[in-house]
């Protein structure tokens, strides 16, 4: 295909593209956005294949911006973890795309500004999976948290701005504490390079204490419980391709951070057991507390809005399990599982809100008539999202499992275990609703086109299907967990 | 590709295929979608057909599909598998026959048919499972697969009534998945040809731990065998058409649950390690409980299909038994209650659809007479009902007279004494219906008649459940010939107990 | 293979008889040809009988069939009651499913005298029974479906009887006693055995005439011949244990039966405490059997004579009873001869099956011999007070009530055959050399208990007294579907139950409130901030420390 120097000159072209492109798009303004962007966005997405060769063991490609070289310049690296988050990215974010292109109005306002915000956004993570720069990273978050809140408050009318507002103010929480831990670090070390921090790293309460506040940030910045409270207003209201995005990847890249620090920079030292264990107890409230409220909700919306704080909490299990290889597999899995099901569920959503006009749960009896393909695409999801075989969600809590009894730690089984009955629950609210014969007052029923249904079924069979792909992300993760396990 | 893993793969394509196409047919596309079924249908009882000579020559065949890291989804043909695939392959060909009849004109069809194809997909899959994960996946599909059949009237009632099958199912997939998980921590392997007991050879400081593995997988399974008290979703699910409660409990659902118990004492414990460990007579006292509660449910039934269902609940705890009596002939009674059950199950449930479907009678109070209108279809039923009963020569008294005798080789008199009871409360709540349908007066005009030309009902809906039972007939009165499942099954169990 | 082949066919010609029913053109056919469906067995009986028995492996688990000379007898007997019975009900029923009954019975009750193992015995035996039933209810009324139910309820907890029997016979053939009791009491369910008797007045009565002639006598035949087939020896040997008890038994069930069919108000009920009676002599005939040195074996053909003459007299009986269109008086001769063969009255057959078995009591310990020798014929003498009372009941019958459809010479030709049949079946089967039941002392022999009979009874004019005391009640019905027709079971446990359910239900939704309120207030920020401080802090001092 091309020669891996080649290669290597595309990895940056991941941010330029979507970055460029999104400027365009601005400046070109309503009219061309589409036409514009669909093909950019697909274009980036059709990179990531080109790159994946590279992450293969052995062929860790690195970049270096400006050709600057750490500690003085920033490096961007492409590694089996960065490959994984790289490529649900460009999954969903196609899926997403086309959605949005064939659900959206091209003459409304929301138009206008989704595409610019949409491919800031992917620029944004994109670059964040690839750095391996402490403040580096912390830019690319700040520029996702941004698109994020502004895609949120899109539709500009009152619900949507006041979760959006409560998301930004949190974010912002979020991000200064993490940028204090930066600059207590930068104090400390005297850099912020990945590799570099790794290697001096020392057992001292300076560097607990950015680690905590680190931790503390991204917990918000990825809604993990109990800091999880501003997520489902924001998913829940937003337009439906956004509540796919953010579900789906916003809130994965805090996570994906999070395992840069605890099991790279601060990989060396020995003094985390207890603080990992709370972090699985945390992850363990999330399941409960997520499936439990989602179980409670009336809308679809909100339901797989709690749905996410529940799967993430699924996340944190890495933590107390993290010395086993098939916890790292589970959880990378369990990323991208989760991912394409939740966006192709938000994106179902949006089909159903758009045919019926409303999405109460109680009221889309005979959805599987109506729309059917949208309701088989939720069902896939959810099967995914309840772990049922041969899913990737299954795959990923099966390793999960087996991670648990491997590590003599069995009691983190019941959370897989539990999770998978709970979520089988909310997911069933909604199916079964959706077999029942069509009641009398569905009157109004508009159509929806398609290409839009279609895209949520591709999200979900991706989804689906992942679970044959354990194989592949655990060829393409042995490079980067064999670093990670080491501790 | 080996010629080896063809087999295996199209036995669980020739209706995967199908049910996936059919799902996106139009709803008008009535011919193609019979055709896509029956063709599918035809064409695996053709590849059983090919892979039971094969077998008897002793070929093996065994396919592997990349899954996950470290476990692959294994599926192979061992003799114990090929059984309950022929039954099904056998029984699918004809309930898809009856379920065209029977859904003639009804809505969702394409979606039905889907999920039929699928059902059997899934049970075909944990026939072949080779190894405990690749057991468990086709196990969660077949969960997933039937519940939008349970639920398919849509109304509210259905919807209920899969709620509460999807609480214990998916309970029992997570008991399940649980001990899974634990067994695959602990063997080397769970293949389970490759070792004939996953778990023997474990030392004696894994007791506990086999004992909880037991517990969790019995408890799994348990959920669609409907051992008691976990039965509860069974009686609810007849809310369901005829031909899905016929599938319910006779080729796929109840009998998965059973099927995998089956996998759990003989191949993932070991009759010996199971028998030595107590497992075994746990599993017997459950068993019997769920039969002689099954039988006492039944007999309080009016409604024709819900007296049917604690039947079930009943029977295939026999099946049960027949394993977790230490001794080959109850081995041999318990498997060969695994097909001769499923044989008279779906007879019994095709009947009574055709009573519904023709005369609208639903309750047993309402078949007065019914012998006289619908001679045919009572004469099945009879047959059927008798056979239940365990009375020769019909399918049930051989697996019932292997059962005994099994009892009282392995000493367990009550054994013996809990089956005769059992036949005798079974032969209460059938032999009325009998009764009814051949001896009284009809006592009233039907409920809902409706005439159908030639026969005394469509034909479509008439041929299968003669057919079925026919076969009932035959397995039994030929029992001892070699093409017999029981014969067949005298193999399966000598391996089983390396005699 | 050839006794195979020419057995099989034959047997289950009635069965294919009956099958053919359901094509309503083929039923003319049938109908001319159903009361002939048992010649070809006798027929194939006859040309298989001598050679051994032949084994079809393929056939269920492996059945065995042939014929030994008891079989024959039972089987030359049940032809023609079933001959003269199909002639009856050809005329007098036209129901296919009554058809379908009788045909089926018939294989039955046939077919189970030419196996030699239990899988095929037990097939043909059930197979009766449970089509017997529609002989039972053939009246169709609330009161014959209360009798089949009653009736089948107690056939099938025999059938559970013998079914544990023959499993633990073939499986653990050491616990001989075990098996042997087993066998005997289910088989006890179609002779009237204790407890199993409530059922014999209550099928008699609510079954049509003929059904009672044939429940009483190839139906009890069927059942004796499996005691005979197949009990097993008990340890051998005069004075076993086992033997000596089924002696009691039926020595009870002799008198016993005797007893309650005197008091009887209805002649056919009588006549089913007779056959109790009767039985129970047969048992004890084969008890001698067992305590005997040559086994069952030896009497079984004394015994498959004796049960066959019952069962030509009790059939021509139940027939003369209700199915006999002769005047009165005729009738009662008729009946009284038939009687007397019955109370075994010297040159009958019934007296020479008598003999026949007594001869074999010599072989028994001198004690138990003594007591047998004294015993037998006293149950002549019960046989022939409970006749007296049958005929004095018979003559205060009303000759109306006379079901159509009999014909005279039919039943006088059963009758003849009851009476003349044994001697020939004795001579041609060889007999007991030893026995030359012309003497005078035999005569004798047979003569004064019935001597005795009538001592006893004339004084108390037992069969002229209009009232008798009311019979015994019979059983309500089958306690099993009793209880399936009892409202449901405990209705007030369940209510706790479901309250407990609905407690938990209401605990959860309770916390799931209490969840949600406080997800509300988490969004105020400055309890967020406090989470976010306390998260921070609990991360950090888990560092730390």
């Given amino acids: 295909m091309s020669t891996p120097a080649f290669a290597a000159a595309l990895v940056p072209a991941l941010v330029w593209i979507p970055l460029s492109l999104g400027a365009l798009s601005f400046v070109l303004g309503r009219a061309a956005s589409p036409w514009l962007v669909l093909p950019g966005l697909l274009a980036t997405a059709g990179v990531v294949p080109a790159l994946l060769p590279l992450a293969a063991p052995g062929g860790i490609a690195a970049y270096h911006l400006g050709g600057w070289m750490p500690p003085l310049g920033i490096a961007w690296r492409l590694d089996g973890l960065s490959a994984i988050m790289l490529a649900i990215t460009a999954i969903v974010s196609a899926g997403v795309g086309i959605f949005a292109s064939s659900m959206m109005n091209r003459m409304d306002r929301q138009s206008e500004w989704f595409w610019p915000l949409l491919l800031l956004l992917i620029a944004g993570l994109n670059a964040l999976f690839l750095t391996r720069d402490l403040f580096n990273a912390y830019v690319t978050l700040e520029i996702v948290s941004l698109a994020a809140v502004a895609l949120v408050t899109i539709t500009g009318t009152s619900a949507p701005i006041v979760a959006g507002m409560r998301y930004l103010l949190a974010a912002l929480a979020g991000s200064l504490s993490y940028l204090l831990a930066v600059a207590l670090l930068y104090a400390r070390y005297g850099t912020l390079d990945f590799d570099l921090l790794a290697t001096v790293m020392q057992d001292d309460p300076i560097g607990m204490l950015a680690l905590a506040l680190a931790t503390a940030g991204l917990f918000i910045k990825s809604a993990l419980f109990p800091l999880h409270v501003w997520l489902p207003p924001a998913h829940g209201s937003a337009p439906a391709p956004v509540s796919a995005m953010l579900s789906a990847l916003v809130v994965k890249a805090g996570f994906y951070l999070l395992l840069r620090l605890w099991f790279e920079v601060f990989a060396a030292l020995d003094s985390l057991a207890a603080a990992r264990v709370l972090i699985g107890l945390c992850g363990a409230g999330a399941v409960v507390w997520g499936s439990m409220l989602a179980l409670c909700q009336q809308r679809l919306k909100p339901l797989l809005a709690y749905s996410t704080v529940a799967q993430l909490g699924y996340l944190l299990l890495l933590f107390p399990l993290a010395e086993v290889v098939s916890a790292w597999q589970g959880t990378l899995i369990l990323v991208c599982a989760h991912g394409t099901a939740k966006a192709a569920m938000f994106l179902a959503a949006g089909i159903i809100l758009r045919a019926y006009g409303h999405d109460r749960i109680i009221a889309i009896g005979g959805a599987a008539r109506g729309v059917p393909l949208t309701t088989f695409a939720l069902g896939l999801a959810g099967v995914s999202l309840i772990g049922l075989p041969p899913s990737g969600g299954f795959a990923a809590k099966w390793l999960l499992l087996v991670a648990a009894f491997e590590s003599g730690r069995w009691w983190w089984s019941f959370v897989p275990l539990g999770g998978g009955l709970l979520a089988a629950g909310y997911v069933f609210i909604i199916l079964a609703r959706a077999f029942e014969a069509p009641s009398a007052d569905t009157g109004d029923f508009a159509q929806v086109p398609r290409v839009a249904e279609l895209a949520a079924l591709a999200l979900a069979l991706v989804s689906f299907m992942l679970g044959f792909a354990g194989n592949a992300v655990a060829i393409g993760l042995d490079s980067a967990i064999a670093e990670m396990t080491r501790s | ?499 | 293979m050839t006794t195979a082949a020419w057995l099989l066919p034959a047997v289950l010609l009635p069965a294919v008889l009956g099958l053919g029913l359901f094509w309503p053109r083929l039923r003319g056919g049938i109908v001319r040809v159903l009361p002939f469906s048992s010649w070809p067995l006798l027929a194939a009986a006859v040309l298989a009988f001598g050679s051994p028995p032949t084994d079809l492996p393929w056939l269920m688990l492996g059945v065995r069939v042939g014929v030994d000379p008891p079989a024959l007898m039972l089987i030359a007997a049940g032809t023609l009651i079933w001959t003269v019975a199909g002639l009856y009900i050809v005329r007098h029923f036209q129901a296919p499913w009554f058809l379908g009954a009788a045909l089926a019975t018939q294989a039955g009750s046939l077919g189970a005298l030419v196996t030699f193992d239990p899988i095929g015995f037990y097939f043909f035996f059930s197979l009766m029974t449970v089509a017997s039933y529609g002989l039972v209810v053939a009246g169709r009324s609330r009161r014959s479906h209360d009798a089949g139910r009653l009736y089948l309820g107690l056939a099938l907890v025999g059938e559970m009887l013998i079914l544990a029997g023959f499993l633990i016979g073939s499986t653990a053939p050491e616990a001989r006693s075990l098996t042997a009791a087993l066998l005997v009491a289910g088989f006890g369910a179609k002779l009237g055995l204790p407890a199993f008797h409530i059922a014999l007045p209550v099928a008699y009565r609510a079954a049509p005439y003929v059904g009672g002639a044939l429940l009483s006598s190839v139906l009890v035949n069927a059942a004796i011949f499996g005691v005979l087939r197949f009990l097993p020896p008990d340890g051998g040997g005069p004075g076993a244990s086992g033997a000596m008890a089924l002696i009691i038994l039926g020595l009870l069930m002799a008198f016993g039966g005797a007893m309650l069919g005197i008091v009887q108000r209805d002649a056919r009920a009588l006549l089913g405490y007779s056959t109790a009676s009767q039985m129970g002599i047969a048992l004890s005939a084969i008890g001698i059997g067992a305590g005997h040195a040559g086994g069952i074996a030896a009497t079984a053909p004394a015994v498959a004579l004796f049960a066959a003459h019952h069962g030509l007299v009790k059939a021509a009986l139940f027939l003369g009873l209700g199915a006999l269109p002769l005047r009165q008086d005729w009738r009662l001769g008729f009946l009284l001869v038939l009687s007397l063969s019955l109370a075994a009255a010297p040159l009958t057959g019934g007296a020479l099956a008598k003999l026949w078995v007594e001869s074999a009591a010599d072989h028994l310990p001198a004690h138990w011999a003594g007591a047998v020798h004294w015993l037998l014929p006293l149950t002549s003498t019960a046989t022939a007070l409970l006749m007296v009372r049958f005929l004095g009941l018979v003559m205060r019958l009303p000759a109306t009530r006379m079901e159509p459809g009999g014909r005279v010479a039919d039943l006088l030709g059963l009758g003849l055959a009851a009476v003349v049949l044994p001697w020939a079946a004795f001579t041609l089967a060889g007999g007991n050399q030893q026995l030359t039941v012309l003497t005078p002392a035999h005569l004798w022999l047979g003569v004064w208990p019935l001597l005795l009979a009538l001592l006893i009874a004339l004084p108390s004019r037992l069969g002229m007294k209009a009232a008798a005391p009311p019979p015994p009640p019979a059983s309500p019905g089958l306690p099993v579907a009793e209880l399936a027709r009892r409202p449901a079971l405990g209705s007030a446990r369940r209510h706790q139950w479901a309250t407990g359910v609905t407690a938990s239900a209401d605990l959860l939704s309770m916390a799931l409130l209490h969840m949600i309120v406080t997800e509300g207030k988490m969004r105020s920020f400055p309890r967020f901030g406090v989470l976010f401080l306390g998260l921070a802090a609990a991360c950090g001092a888990a560092l730390l420390l």
């Fill in chain 2, 1 to 499: 590709m080996s010629n080896d893993a063809l087999p295996p793969l199209l036995i669980l394509l020739s209706s995967l295929l199908p049910g996936l196409i059919i799902f996106f047919l139009p709803e008008k596309s009535v011919r193609l979608r019979t055709a896509l079924n029956l063709c599918g249908a035809l064409f695996k009882v053709a590849v059983v057909i090919v892979v039971l000579q094969g077998v008897y020559a002793g070929l093996e065949y065994s396919a592997s599909v990349p899954f996950l890291p470290g476990n692959d989804l294994v599926l192979r043909i061992d003799s114990l598998a090929l059984l309950f695939v022929t039954l099904s392959a056998g029984l699918w060909l004809v309930m898809t026959v009856y379920a065209v009849s029977y859904l003639e004109d009804s809505p969702n069809r394409s979606r039905f048919f889907g999920f039929y194809s699928l059902c059997v997909s899934a049970t075909v899959g944990i026939a072949m499972a080779g190894d405990l994960l690749t057991l468990f996946v086709f196990y969660e599909l077949l969960t997933i697969a039937t519940y939008p059949l349970v639920v398919h009237n849509g109304t509210p009632e259905a919807r209920r009534a899969g709620t509460v099958y999807l609480a214990f199912t998916i309970g029992g997939g997570v008991l399940l998945l649980a001990g899974t998980v634990w067994v695959q921590t602990l063997a080397v392997s769970t293949n389970f040809l490759e070792v004939a007991g996953v778990l023997e050879g474990l030392g004696q400081e894994h007791e506990t731990a086999l004992r909880l593995i037991f517990a969790l997988m019995v408890g799994g399974f348990g959920v669609k065998a409907a051992v008691v008290p976990l039965h509860q979703w069974l009686p609810r699910a007849m809310v369901a058409p005829a031909p899905v409660s016929a599938l319910l409990h006779a080729v796929a659902v109840v009998k998965a649950g059973a099927f995998g118990i089956i996998r759990v004492v003989y191949d993932v414990y070991g009759v010996e390690l199971s028998h030595a460990l107590g497992l075994s007579d746990a599993l017997a006292v459950l068993a019997t409980a769920t039969i002689l509660y099954g039988s006492f449910q039944a007999l309080r039934q009016d409604d024709l299909k819900l007296r049917l269902a604690y039947s079930t609940v009943s029977q295939v705890s026999y099946i049960l038994l027949g394993i977790a009596l230490y001794s080959p002939l109850a081995s041999i009674g318990g498997l060969s209650h695994l097909v001769h059950q499923g044989l008279m199950k779906i007879t019994l449930f095709l009947c009574a659809g055709n009573l519904g479907q023709t005369l609208g009678i639903h309750k047993v109070s309402e078949m007065n007479g019914a012998g006289a209108r619908m001679p045919w279809t009572m004469a099945a039923f009879s047959v059927a009902a008798l056979g239940m009963i365990g009375l020769p020569p019909f399918a049930g008294f051989i697996s019932k007279w292997y059962l005994g005798s099994g009892a009282v080789q392995s000493g367990a008199g009550w054994a013996l004494v809990v089956l005769l009871i059992s036949s005798l409360l079974n032969a209460a709540y059938f032999l009325p219906i009998l009764s009814r349908v051949w001896f009284r007066k009809q006592t009233g005009p039907w409920p809902e008649e409706k005439s159908f030309g030639r026969f005394e009902t469509k034909a479509g809906l008439l041929f299968p459940p003669v057919t079925t039972a026919i076969a009932t007939v035959a397995v039994g009165l030929f029992a001892g010939t070699p093409v017999s499942p029981l014969s067949w099954i005298r193999d399966v169990v000598a391996v089983e107990y390396r005699l």
